[in-house]
């Protein structure tokens, strides 16, 4: 379902916002469970996954996993999965992470001809004593349990990649047509709290490069005793920061998810120089629901999903042009 329309026949509503507070940043009086909130405008169809498989009464785990697996699945999506954009050397190579609110995760990163990522990254967490398996070692484990290899570099993507190899400019620029992960945050009808993240990283890359997707602590993380949070933009800048884990610890010295939020992105952005063309967004949960989100430029989108609120917003952005 396209941006335009979801708008107008949400039967809840929605509300794009970007000079008012998000939806959720107020006080909250009571908790909001079962909730999911995902990045971007393709949050929708993650949620609406993950949401169903919520109200089955099944895990966050499982719902964040198979929430985001729907837009890695989609070659639609041009920034994750099969379909997503290529490295500069015509390669598509995933990351991805996914943890609970007990601490057990697992990540992937520099995978290829694995469409689904997220998928091997909770086998990591499950299945293996480690965290992350990166490149042909994280291929190796996938077929050993069961995925399928498949090109995932589709014609569309290709034909993209042929006309940047005209110029070959690689200019790092995060916005809403050029994102670069989905993550999602959800509480289950327990309380309790998972996410997961993952990408195709950014486009043209240098081969090899990995971001802050695939990084506990950087791209996400998940305490159940306080919240989560996840990045979205120049995975770079949120390495540097520990961006996600910031955000957590901020909401555990009392901020809200949304105060937390801009919190960090006003600390990241005292440490560049230029800000034309940069972007970070950072999306939050605390524990019992309550949400935020906030980013260095306009253009940042979220969607949210419970019982009460189905809606596809606008995130607070810091600079004002």
Known sequence: MDRRRFMRTSALGVSAVASSPVSLA???QTRRWPIIMSTWDHGVAANTVGFDLLKKGRSALDAVEKGVMEVESDPKVRTVGIGGYPDREGKVTLDACIMKADGACGAVAFLQDIKNPIAVARKVMEETPHIMLVGQGAKQFALQNGFKEEELLTRAAKKDYQEWLKT???KPLINIENH?????????EKGVMAGACTTSGAAWKMHGRVGDSPIIGAGLFIDGEVGGACATGLGEEVIRTA???????AM???KT???ACETIVNRMIKKQQNLQGFQVGFMAMDKNG???AYSVQKGFTYALKSDTVEELAEAR????K
Request: aromatic share 8%; no cysteine.
């Open 290 to 292: 309550q949400t935020g």
């Open 257 to 259: 998810p949304q105060e």
């Open 243 to 249: 961006g996600s884990a910031m955000v957590v610890e």
């Open 168 to 170: 070959s400019d690689y």
């Open 26 to 28: 107020g006080p909250l």
């Open 317 to 320: 952005y810091l600079i004002k």
């Open 252 to 254: 555990r010295y009392g």
């Open 180 to 188: 670069d992960t989905i993550s999602t945050l959800a509480i289950d």
